[in-house]
Protein backbone atom coordinates (compact mmCIF):
# COMPACT_ATOMS: atom_id res chain seq x y z
CA UNK A 1 0.00 0.00 0.00
CA UNK A 2 3.22 1.91 -0.06
CA UNK A 3 3.59 5.30 -1.96
CA UNK A 4 7.14 4.84 -3.27
CA UNK A 5 9.87 4.79 -5.41
CA UNK A 6 12.93 2.83 -5.91
CA UNK A 7 16.03 5.15 -6.39
CA UNK A 8 19.81 4.29 -6.33
CA UNK A 9 21.05 6.53 -4.21
CA UNK A 10 18.06 8.72 -2.28
CA UNK A 11 19.71 11.49 -0.89
CA UNK A 12 21.71 12.61 -3.36
CA UNK A 13 18.73 14.23 -5.47
CA UNK A 14 19.40 17.82 -5.51
CA UNK A 15 15.96 18.82 -5.93
CA UNK A 16 14.46 17.01 -3.32
CA UNK A 17 13.27 18.44 -0.13
CA UNK A 18 12.55 16.38 2.51
CA UNK A 19 9.24 16.26 4.79
CA UNK A 20 11.85 14.69 7.31
CA UNK A 21 15.35 15.11 8.39
CA UNK A 22 17.41 12.17 6.63
CA UNK A 23 19.84 11.89 9.14
CA UNK A 24 16.93 11.70 11.98
CA UNK A 25 15.68 8.52 9.38
CA UNK A 26 19.13 6.91 8.96
CA UNK A 27 19.13 6.84 12.49
CA UNK A 28 15.32 5.05 12.71
CA UNK A 29 16.50 2.57 9.68
CA UNK A 30 19.82 1.39 11.48
CA UNK A 31 17.41 -0.71 13.34
CA UNK A 32 16.08 -3.00 10.37
CA UNK A 33 17.72 -6.08 9.44
CA UNK A 34 18.97 -5.41 5.96
CA UNK A 35 22.21 -6.24 4.33
CA UNK A 36 24.86 -3.30 3.58
CA UNK A 37 24.15 -3.21 -0.22
CA UNK A 38 20.79 -3.49 0.29
CA UNK A 39 18.11 -1.30 -2.15
CA UNK A 40 16.15 1.47 -0.61
CA UNK A 41 12.77 2.62 -1.62
CA UNK A 42 11.47 6.54 -0.78
CA UNK A 43 8.43 7.09 0.72
CA UNK A 44 6.53 10.25 0.28
CA UNK A 45 4.01 12.34 2.93
CA UNK A 46 0.44 12.53 2.00
CA UNK A 47 0.16 15.97 3.52
CA UNK A 48 2.56 17.51 0.37
CA UNK A 49 3.84 14.76 -1.30
CA UNK A 50 7.15 15.49 -0.38
CA UNK A 51 9.59 12.98 -0.30
CA UNK A 52 10.00 11.71 3.49
CA UNK A 53 12.08 8.64 3.79
CA UNK A 54 14.76 6.51 1.87
CA UNK A 55 13.99 2.72 3.48
CA UNK A 56 16.71 0.08 3.19
CA UNK A 57 14.40 -2.96 1.93
CA UNK A 58 14.92 -6.85 3.54
CA UNK A 59 15.13 -9.65 1.28
CA UNK A 60 14.05 -13.20 2.44
CA UNK A 61 17.61 -14.14 3.21
CA UNK A 62 17.39 -11.24 6.16
CA UNK A 63 13.99 -12.20 7.12
CA UNK A 64 15.64 -15.54 7.63
CA UNK A 65 18.76 -14.01 9.56
CA UNK A 66 15.90 -11.50 11.53
CA UNK A 67 13.89 -14.78 13.15
CA UNK A 68 17.19 -16.59 13.85
CA UNK A 69 18.53 -13.86 15.91
CA UNK A 70 14.90 -13.50 17.28
CA UNK A 71 14.93 -17.42 17.81
CA UNK A 72 18.08 -17.25 19.80
CA UNK A 73 17.13 -14.16 22.25
CA UNK A 74 14.02 -15.26 22.92
CA UNK A 75 14.74 -18.29 25.97
CA UNK A 76 16.60 -15.76 27.64
CA UNK A 77 13.40 -13.39 27.66
CA UNK A 78 11.03 -16.51 28.94
CA UNK A 79 13.20 -16.96 31.51
CA UNK A 80 12.47 -13.72 32.73
CA UNK A 81 8.79 -13.52 35.35
CA UNK A 82 5.82 -12.30 33.68
CA UNK A 83 6.11 -9.47 36.17
CA UNK A 84 9.71 -8.89 34.87
CA UNK A 85 7.99 -8.89 31.25
CA UNK A 86 5.38 -6.36 32.37
CA UNK A 87 7.99 -3.95 34.16
CA UNK A 88 9.15 -3.34 30.30
CA UNK A 89 5.58 -2.32 29.18
CA UNK A 90 4.89 -0.06 31.91
CA UNK A 91 8.22 1.70 31.26
CA UNK A 92 7.20 1.57 27.65
CA UNK A 93 3.77 3.73 28.73
CA UNK A 94 5.60 6.41 30.64
CA UNK A 95 8.32 6.90 27.76
CA UNK A 96 5.40 6.82 25.28
CA UNK A 97 3.34 9.94 27.21
CA UNK A 98 6.57 11.47 27.46
CA UNK A 99 7.78 11.18 24.22
CA UNK A 100 4.26 11.91 22.31
CA UNK A 101 5.28 14.54 20.13
CA UNK A 102 8.26 12.80 18.51
CA UNK A 103 5.39 10.22 16.94
CA UNK A 104 2.68 12.27 16.59
CA UNK A 105 4.45 14.10 13.90
CA UNK A 106 5.73 10.79 12.27
CA UNK A 107 2.35 9.29 12.28
CA UNK A 108 1.11 12.46 10.66
CA UNK A 109 3.42 12.74 7.65
CA UNK A 110 3.57 8.59 7.23
CA UNK A 111 -0.15 8.70 7.23
CA UNK A 112 -2.08 11.89 6.35
CA UNK A 113 -3.93 11.95 9.38
CA UNK A 114 -5.24 14.46 11.33
CA UNK A 115 -3.24 15.66 14.92
CA UNK A 116 -6.15 13.86 17.02
CA UNK A 117 -6.44 10.76 15.58
CA UNK A 118 -2.42 10.21 15.69
CA UNK A 119 -2.70 11.03 18.87
CA UNK A 120 -6.04 8.49 19.63
CA UNK A 121 -2.62 6.08 18.34
CA UNK A 122 -0.73 7.30 21.53
CA UNK A 123 -3.70 6.97 24.56
CA UNK A 124 -4.64 3.68 23.01
CA UNK A 125 -1.70 2.06 23.06
CA UNK A 126 -0.92 3.18 26.65
CA UNK A 127 -4.35 2.26 27.78
CA UNK A 128 -3.88 -1.26 26.39
CA UNK A 129 -0.04 -1.32 27.50
CA UNK A 130 -1.21 -0.79 31.10
CA UNK A 131 -3.58 -2.84 31.14
CA UNK A 132 -1.55 -5.84 29.69
CA UNK A 133 1.09 -5.06 32.33
CA UNK A 134 -1.12 -4.64 35.73
CA UNK A 135 -3.57 -7.78 34.38
CA UNK A 136 -1.43 -10.29 31.99
CA UNK A 137 0.48 -11.70 34.98
CA UNK A 138 -2.40 -12.78 36.50
CA UNK A 139 -3.63 -14.49 33.41
CA UNK A 140 -0.40 -15.90 32.41
CA UNK A 141 0.02 -17.24 36.29
CA UNK A 142 -0.08 -21.44 36.28
CA UNK A 143 -3.83 -22.66 36.51
CA UNK A 144 -5.56 -25.66 38.83
CA UNK A 145 -7.58 -28.23 38.46
CA UNK A 146 -9.30 -31.38 39.99
CA UNK A 147 -8.19 -34.73 38.42
CA UNK A 148 -9.85 -37.71 37.62
CA UNK A 149 -9.32 -38.68 41.27
CA UNK A 150 -10.60 -36.32 43.59
CA UNK A 151 -7.34 -35.44 45.71
CA UNK A 152 -5.45 -37.85 44.63
CA UNK A 153 -5.19 -36.11 41.03
CA UNK A 154 -4.32 -32.60 40.54
CA UNK A 155 -3.76 -30.91 36.92
CA UNK A 156 -1.70 -27.73 36.36
CA UNK A 157 -2.40 -25.81 32.83
CA UNK A 158 0.71 -24.01 31.94
CA UNK A 159 1.14 -20.91 29.41
CA UNK A 160 4.25 -21.75 27.24
CA UNK A 161 5.36 -18.33 24.94
CA UNK A 162 4.44 -19.50 21.22
CA UNK A 163 8.33 -18.81 20.28
CA UNK A 164 8.67 -16.43 17.82
CA UNK A 165 5.45 -14.48 16.93
CA UNK A 166 5.58 -12.34 13.18
CA UNK A 167 3.67 -9.33 13.05
CA UNK A 168 2.20 -7.76 9.52
CA UNK A 169 1.33 -4.41 10.06
CA UNK A 170 -0.61 -2.42 8.10
CA UNK A 171 -0.35 1.18 7.24
CA UNK A 172 -3.45 2.92 8.91
CA UNK A 173 -3.08 2.61 12.41
CA UNK A 174 0.62 1.93 11.92
CA UNK A 175 1.42 2.16 16.22
CA UNK A 176 -1.50 0.85 17.57
CA UNK A 177 -1.62 -2.58 14.98
CA UNK A 178 2.10 -2.80 15.20
CA UNK A 179 2.61 -2.24 19.00
CA UNK A 180 -0.65 -3.37 19.83
CA UNK A 181 0.32 -7.04 19.02
CA UNK A 182 4.09 -6.66 19.73
CA UNK A 183 3.25 -6.08 23.30
CA UNK A 184 1.11 -9.12 24.32
CA UNK A 185 3.25 -11.31 22.65
CA UNK A 186 6.49 -9.87 24.42
CA UNK A 187 4.37 -10.53 27.23
CA UNK A 188 4.05 -14.10 26.85
CA UNK A 189 7.09 -14.73 27.04
CA UNK A 190 8.03 -14.86 22.95
CA UNK A 191 10.11 -12.89 20.36
CA UNK A 192 8.82 -11.01 17.37
CA UNK A 193 9.68 -10.50 14.01
CA UNK A 194 7.49 -7.47 12.77
CA UNK A 195 7.20 -5.88 8.89
CA UNK A 196 5.66 -2.73 8.99
CA UNK A 197 3.75 -1.34 5.33
CA UNK A 198 6.88 0.95 3.84
CA UNK A 199 4.64 3.54 3.97
CA UNK A 200 4.39 3.46 7.56
CA UNK A 201 7.83 1.90 8.56
CA UNK A 202 9.22 4.84 10.20
CA UNK A 203 6.80 4.42 13.46
CA UNK A 204 7.56 0.74 13.98
CA UNK A 205 11.11 1.48 14.02
CA UNK A 206 10.73 4.48 16.60
CA UNK A 207 8.56 2.11 18.92
CA UNK A 208 11.01 -0.58 18.46
CA UNK A 209 13.46 2.12 19.50
CA UNK A 210 11.03 3.12 22.38
CA UNK A 211 10.94 -0.84 23.45
CA UNK A 212 14.73 -0.51 23.66
CA UNK A 213 14.60 2.30 25.66
CA UNK A 214 12.47 0.80 28.12
CA UNK A 215 14.59 -2.17 29.05
CA UNK A 216 13.91 -4.90 26.14
CA UNK A 217 16.93 -6.94 25.60
CA UNK A 218 18.68 -6.79 22.37
CA UNK A 219 17.60 -9.58 19.85
CA UNK A 220 14.00 -10.20 21.05
CA UNK A 221 11.91 -7.50 18.72
CA UNK A 222 13.53 -7.58 15.31
CA UNK A 223 12.41 -5.23 12.49
CA UNK A 224 11.93 -5.73 8.45
CA UNK A 225 11.60 -3.81 5.78
CA UNK A 226 10.05 -5.07 2.19
CA UNK A 227 7.06 -5.71 0.22
CA UNK A 228 3.76 -7.81 0.88
CA UNK A 229 4.15 -10.86 -1.12
CA UNK A 230 8.22 -11.10 -1.07
CA UNK A 231 9.03 -10.61 2.95
CA UNK A 232 5.97 -10.65 4.25
CA UNK A 233 5.46 -14.25 2.89
CA UNK A 234 9.02 -15.20 4.28
CA UNK A 235 7.90 -14.35 7.63
CA UNK A 236 5.08 -16.69 7.76
CA UNK A 237 7.12 -19.32 6.52
CA UNK A 238 9.51 -18.82 9.56
CA UNK A 239 7.67 -17.88 12.67
CA UNK A 240 5.54 -20.19 14.95
CA UNK A 241 2.50 -17.62 15.05
CA UNK A 242 1.78 -15.04 12.85
CA UNK A 243 -0.57 -11.87 13.37
CA UNK A 244 -1.96 -10.27 9.97
CA UNK A 245 -4.23 -7.28 9.87
CA UNK A 246 -5.40 -6.24 6.27
CA UNK A 247 -7.16 -6.50 3.66
CA UNK A 248 -9.32 -10.04 3.17
CA UNK A 249 -8.14 -10.99 0.07
CA UNK A 250 -4.63 -10.82 1.58
CA UNK A 251 -5.69 -12.77 5.08
CA UNK A 252 -7.40 -15.65 3.26
CA UNK A 253 -3.42 -16.00 1.13
CA UNK A 254 -1.83 -15.66 4.87
CA UNK A 255 -3.93 -17.77 6.13
CA UNK A 256 -3.77 -21.01 3.69
CA UNK A 257 0.43 -20.46 3.58
CA UNK A 258 -0.16 -20.81 7.70
CA UNK A 259 -2.06 -23.59 7.69
CA UNK A 260 0.43 -25.53 5.19
CA UNK A 261 2.74 -24.69 8.26
CA UNK A 262 0.05 -25.70 10.64
CA UNK A 263 0.75 -23.03 12.98
CA UNK A 264 -1.55 -20.46 14.48
CA UNK A 265 -2.95 -17.35 13.25
CA UNK A 266 -4.61 -13.87 14.50
CA UNK A 267 -6.68 -11.83 11.59
CA UNK A 268 -8.06 -9.01 11.84
CA UNK A 269 -9.18 -8.66 7.73
CA UNK A 270 -11.95 -6.10 6.21
CA UNK A 271 -15.07 -4.82 7.57
CA UNK A 272 -18.42 -3.41 5.81
CA UNK A 273 -19.73 -1.93 9.52
CA UNK A 274 -23.25 -0.85 9.89
CA UNK A 275 -24.98 1.46 12.65
CA UNK A 276 -28.87 1.42 13.25
CA UNK A 277 -30.37 4.39 14.39
CA UNK A 278 -33.63 3.49 15.67
CA UNK A 279 -36.80 5.42 15.90
CA UNK A 280 -36.13 6.24 19.03
CA UNK A 281 -32.76 7.24 19.56
CA UNK A 282 -31.11 10.66 20.78
CA UNK A 283 -30.44 11.84 17.16
CA UNK A 284 -28.40 14.62 18.16
CA UNK A 285 -26.37 12.55 20.11
CA UNK A 286 -26.08 10.14 17.18
CA UNK A 287 -25.35 12.78 14.65
CA UNK A 288 -22.29 14.11 16.67
CA UNK A 289 -20.89 10.59 17.32
CA UNK A 290 -21.27 9.22 14.19
CA UNK A 291 -19.67 11.95 12.33
CA UNK A 292 -16.49 11.40 14.35
CA UNK A 293 -17.13 7.43 13.27
CA UNK A 294 -17.55 7.29 10.01
CA UNK A 295 -15.09 10.25 8.93
CA UNK A 296 -11.90 9.44 11.52
CA UNK A 297 -8.67 8.58 10.07
CA UNK A 298 -10.50 9.68 6.83
CA UNK A 299 -12.74 6.60 6.88
CA UNK A 300 -9.52 4.56 6.80
CA UNK A 301 -10.76 2.29 9.35
CA UNK A 302 -11.37 -1.27 9.53
CA UNK A 303 -14.20 -0.88 12.38
CA UNK A 304 -15.53 2.48 10.66
CA UNK A 305 -18.66 2.62 10.22
CA UNK A 306 -19.76 2.44 6.14
CA UNK A 307 -23.17 2.36 6.35
CA UNK A 308 -25.94 4.18 7.77
CA UNK A 309 -29.48 2.23 8.38
CA UNK A 310 -31.53 4.66 9.57
CA UNK A 311 -35.42 4.07 10.56
CA UNK A 312 -37.84 6.13 8.36
CA UNK A 313 -39.34 7.87 11.29
CA UNK A 314 -36.56 9.59 11.88
CA UNK A 315 -34.14 9.01 8.94
CA UNK A 316 -34.71 13.11 7.64
CA UNK A 317 -34.44 14.84 11.05
CA UNK A 318 -31.29 12.49 11.47
CA UNK A 319 -29.66 12.95 7.62
CA UNK A 320 -30.43 17.24 8.60
CA UNK A 321 -28.38 16.97 11.83
CA UNK A 322 -25.90 14.78 10.23
CA UNK A 323 -25.11 16.75 6.87
CA UNK A 324 -24.83 19.74 8.70
CA UNK A 325 -22.17 18.17 10.53
CA UNK A 326 -19.88 16.73 7.79
CA UNK A 327 -20.08 19.62 6.20
CA UNK A 328 -18.45 21.85 8.45
CA UNK A 329 -15.47 19.27 8.95
CA UNK A 330 -12.62 21.17 8.38
CA UNK A 331 -9.78 19.24 6.21
CA UNK A 332 -6.01 20.62 6.70
CA UNK A 333 -2.89 19.23 6.20
CA UNK A 334 -1.55 20.68 9.44
CA UNK A 335 1.20 19.13 11.94
CA UNK A 336 -1.25 20.07 14.75
CA UNK A 337 -4.86 20.04 16.21
CA UNK A 338 -6.53 22.51 13.54
CA UNK A 339 -7.90 19.83 11.46
CA UNK A 340 -10.91 17.34 11.49
CA UNK A 341 -10.28 15.41 8.04
CA UNK A 342 -6.45 14.17 7.01
CA UNK A 343 -5.31 13.10 3.85
CA UNK A 344 -5.82 9.52 2.65
CA UNK A 345 -2.46 7.71 3.05
CA UNK A 346 -1.84 7.01 -1.37
CA UNK A 347 -2.94 8.10 -4.60
CA UNK A 348 -3.90 4.28 -5.21
CA UNK A 349 -6.57 5.24 -2.28
CA UNK A 350 -7.55 8.53 -4.01
CA UNK A 351 -8.18 6.55 -6.86
CA UNK A 352 -10.22 4.04 -5.50
CA UNK A 353 -12.78 6.51 -2.89
CA UNK A 354 -13.33 8.71 -6.06
CA UNK A 355 -14.11 5.77 -8.70
CA UNK A 356 -16.46 4.16 -5.74
CA UNK A 357 -18.35 7.73 -5.35
CA UNK A 358 -18.40 7.91 -9.58
CA UNK A 359 -19.69 4.28 -9.76
CA UNK A 360 -22.29 4.66 -7.42
CA UNK A 361 -23.47 7.98 -8.89
CA UNK A 362 -23.62 6.68 -12.01
CA UNK A 363 -25.93 3.67 -10.58
CA UNK A 364 -28.28 6.20 -9.18
CA UNK A 365 -26.63 7.43 -5.49
CA UNK A 366 -26.96 11.17 -4.45
CA UNK A 367 -24.22 12.95 -3.32
CA UNK A 368 -25.79 14.77 0.03
CA UNK A 369 -22.16 16.21 1.68
CA UNK A 370 -18.86 15.96 -0.19
CA UNK A 371 -17.88 13.88 -2.93
CA UNK A 372 -14.82 15.68 -4.45
CA UNK A 373 -10.97 15.30 -4.20
CA UNK A 374 -9.51 18.35 -2.74
CA UNK A 375 -5.99 19.00 -4.31
CA UNK A 376 -6.20 22.70 -3.03
CA UNK A 377 -5.56 21.06 0.44
CA UNK A 378 -3.37 18.80 -0.36
CA UNK A 379 -2.39 15.86 -3.45
CA UNK A 380 -4.37 13.01 -1.79
CA UNK A 381 -7.45 14.65 0.24
CA UNK A 382 -10.97 14.07 -0.48
CA UNK A 383 -13.85 15.64 0.96
CA UNK A 384 -15.87 13.60 3.33
CA UNK A 385 -18.73 12.31 1.30
CA UNK A 386 -22.19 11.27 1.96
CA UNK A 387 -24.61 9.15 -0.33
CA UNK A 388 -28.33 8.56 -0.11
CA UNK A 389 -30.24 6.08 -2.67
CA UNK A 390 -27.06 3.64 -3.18
CA UNK A 391 -27.88 1.14 -5.26
CA UNK A 392 -27.01 -2.95 -4.79
CA UNK A 393 -25.21 -2.31 -8.78
CA UNK A 394 -22.75 -0.03 -7.25
CA UNK A 395 -19.36 -1.08 -6.14
CA UNK A 396 -19.44 0.81 -2.65
CA UNK A 397 -22.84 -1.16 -1.71
CA UNK A 398 -21.13 -4.47 -0.47
CA UNK A 399 -17.47 -3.78 -1.38
CA UNK A 400 -15.21 -2.27 0.94
CA UNK A 401 -14.29 1.67 0.34
CA UNK A 402 -12.14 2.25 2.98
CA UNK A 403 -12.13 5.88 2.76
CA UNK A 404 -14.34 9.34 4.06
CA UNK A 405 -17.32 7.77 1.99
CA UNK A 406 -20.63 6.41 4.23
CA UNK A 407 -24.00 5.33 2.67
CA UNK A 408 -27.49 6.02 4.02
CA UNK A 409 -30.31 3.31 3.56
CA UNK A 410 -34.03 3.79 5.24
CA UNK A 411 -35.91 0.72 7.52
CA UNK A 412 -39.16 0.33 8.58
CA UNK A 413 -38.53 -1.99 11.20
CA UNK A 414 -35.48 -3.58 13.62
CA UNK A 415 -36.14 -6.93 11.90
CA UNK A 416 -35.30 -5.00 8.20
CA UNK A 417 -32.35 -2.79 9.83
CA UNK A 418 -30.49 -6.32 11.05
CA UNK A 419 -31.22 -7.89 7.77
CA UNK A 420 -29.48 -4.96 5.92
CA UNK A 421 -26.52 -4.80 8.89
CA UNK A 422 -25.86 -8.67 8.67
CA UNK A 423 -26.32 -8.26 4.71
CA UNK A 424 -22.63 -9.60 3.16
CA UNK A 425 -19.91 -11.24 4.36
CA UNK A 426 -18.50 -9.20 6.68
CA UNK A 427 -18.92 -9.15 10.17
CA UNK A 428 -16.45 -7.08 12.21
CA UNK A 429 -18.05 -3.99 13.95
CA UNK A 430 -21.43 -3.00 14.09
CA UNK A 431 -23.54 -0.13 16.29
CA UNK A 432 -26.98 0.29 17.36
CA UNK A 433 -28.81 4.00 18.30
CA UNK A 434 -31.60 3.92 20.56
CA UNK A 435 -32.94 5.36 24.01
CA UNK A 436 -34.14 2.35 25.29
CA UNK A 437 -30.68 0.30 26.50
CA UNK A 438 -32.92 -3.01 26.75
CA UNK A 439 -33.95 -2.77 23.34
CA UNK A 440 -30.27 -1.72 22.23
CA UNK A 441 -28.39 -4.76 23.64
CA UNK A 442 -31.19 -7.02 22.23
CA UNK A 443 -30.60 -5.52 18.60
CA UNK A 444 -26.35 -5.80 19.44
CA UNK A 445 -26.72 -9.57 20.25
CA UNK A 446 -28.26 -9.82 16.75
CA UNK A 447 -25.66 -8.41 14.99
CA UNK A 448 -23.30 -10.78 13.27
CA UNK A 449 -19.65 -9.24 14.42
CA UNK A 450 -16.66 -9.00 16.68
CA UNK A 451 -17.82 -5.98 18.40
CA UNK A 452 -20.81 -4.40 18.63
CA UNK A 453 -21.95 -0.92 20.24
CA UNK A 454 -24.77 0.80 21.97
CA UNK A 455 -25.14 4.41 20.90
CA UNK A 456 -21.89 4.64 20.29
CA UNK A 457 -20.01 2.71 17.30
CA UNK A 458 -16.31 2.06 18.35
CA UNK A 459 -14.23 3.82 20.86
CA UNK A 460 -16.23 1.96 23.49
CA UNK A 461 -15.34 -1.72 22.47
CA UNK A 462 -11.86 -1.19 21.21
CA UNK A 463 -10.80 1.32 23.89
CA UNK A 464 -11.94 -1.26 26.38
CA UNK A 465 -8.20 -3.17 27.13
CA UNK A 466 -10.47 -6.33 29.13
CA UNK A 467 -12.75 -6.90 26.15
CA UNK A 468 -11.67 -9.29 23.20
CA UNK A 469 -11.94 -7.62 19.48
CA UNK A 470 -11.85 -9.46 16.49
CA UNK A 471 -13.94 -10.30 13.32
CA UNK A 472 -16.24 -13.32 12.84
CA UNK A 473 -17.07 -14.67 8.85
CA UNK A 474 -14.88 -13.06 6.89
CA UNK A 475 -13.86 -10.63 8.82
CA UNK A 476 -10.72 -12.35 10.49
CA UNK A 477 -9.98 -15.37 12.93
CA UNK A 478 -8.98 -14.79 16.48
CA UNK A 479 -9.24 -12.32 19.15
CA UNK A 480 -6.92 -9.32 20.39
CA UNK A 481 -6.87 -7.86 23.42
CA UNK A 482 -8.11 -8.89 26.73
CA UNK A 483 -7.42 -12.55 28.12
CA UNK A 484 -7.57 -14.25 24.62
CA UNK A 485 -5.47 -11.33 23.49
CA UNK A 486 -2.53 -12.69 25.47
CA UNK A 487 -3.18 -16.38 25.30
CA UNK A 488 -3.06 -16.62 21.86
CA UNK A 489 0.55 -15.78 21.81
CA UNK A 490 0.85 -18.96 24.32
CA UNK A 491 0.63 -22.92 24.22
CA UNK A 492 -1.22 -24.59 26.75
CA UNK A 493 0.57 -27.73 28.78
CA UNK A 494 -1.46 -30.03 31.48
CA UNK A 495 0.51 -31.31 33.80
CA UNK A 496 -0.84 -33.93 35.81
CA UNK A 497 0.08 -35.26 39.37
CA UNK A 498 -1.13 -37.99 40.71
CA UNK A 499 -0.72 -38.71 44.85
CA UNK A 500 -0.10 -41.86 47.23
CA UNK A 501 -1.65 -44.59 44.86
CA UNK A 502 -2.04 -44.59 40.68
CA UNK A 503 -4.65 -45.74 38.45
CA UNK A 504 -3.52 -49.10 38.93
CA UNK A 505 -5.79 -50.05 42.22
CA UNK A 506 -9.03 -49.27 39.95
CA UNK A 507 -7.85 -51.08 36.74
CA UNK A 508 -6.86 -53.89 39.23
CA UNK A 509 -10.44 -55.30 40.15
CA UNK A 510 -10.46 -56.45 37.24
CA UNK A 511 -12.51 -55.00 33.70
CA UNK A 512 -16.37 -55.43 34.51
CA UNK A 513 -15.25 -55.05 38.46
CA UNK A 514 -13.79 -51.47 37.37
CA UNK A 515 -16.48 -51.08 35.03
CA UNK A 516 -19.55 -51.28 37.78
CA UNK A 517 -17.06 -49.81 40.60
CA UNK A 518 -16.60 -46.64 38.31
CA UNK A 519 -20.43 -46.55 37.12
CA UNK A 520 -21.56 -46.30 40.97
CA UNK A 521 -18.84 -43.52 41.26
CA UNK A 522 -19.98 -41.19 38.34
CA UNK A 523 -24.11 -41.60 39.48
CA UNK A 524 -22.90 -40.60 42.93
CA UNK A 525 -21.45 -37.62 41.64
CA UNK A 526 -23.95 -37.11 39.65
CA UNK A 527 -26.58 -37.18 42.13
CA UNK A 528 -24.91 -35.50 44.92
CA UNK A 529 -23.70 -32.70 42.43
CA UNK A 530 -20.28 -33.53 43.25
CA UNK A 531 -17.57 -31.22 41.81
CA UNK A 532 -15.55 -34.49 39.74
CA UNK A 533 -13.85 -33.82 37.80
Known amino acids: ?6 VADPESDPTATWALDPGRVRGLTS ?24 LPQSTPRDVARAVAQARAAQPGWAARTPRHRAAVLLRLHDLLLDRQSEILDIVQLETGKTRLSAYEEVADIALNCRWLARRGPKILRDRTYRGIVPVLTQVTQVQ ?33 VVKPDNQTALTTLWAADL ?3 AGLPDGVLQVVLGDGPGVGGAVVDTVDHICFTGSTPTGRVVGRQAGERLIGTSLELGGKNGAYVADDADLDRAAEALVRDCFNNTGQQCIGIERLVLHEA ?25 GDIGALT ?9 AHVENAVEHGA ?22 DRVTPEAACYAGETFGPVVSVYRVSSDAEALALVNEGEMGLNGAVWTSNLHRGRRLARQVVAGTVSVNEAYLTTWGSSAAPMGGRRASGVGRRHGREGILRFTESQSVAVQRLMGMGVLYGQGPERFAKTFTVLLKAARATRFPWP
Open 366 to 387: VVLAGGRPRPDVGPWFFEPTVL
Open 211 to 213: LAA
Open 346 to 354: SAAQLAKIT
Open 31 to 54: RAVVADDAAHVTTVTPLSGAPLAA
Open 160 to 192: HPKGVVGVIAPWNFPLVLSLGDIMPALLAGNAV
Open 1 to 6: MSTERI
Open 314 to 338: VAEAFLDRFVDRVRRLRLSAGLDFS
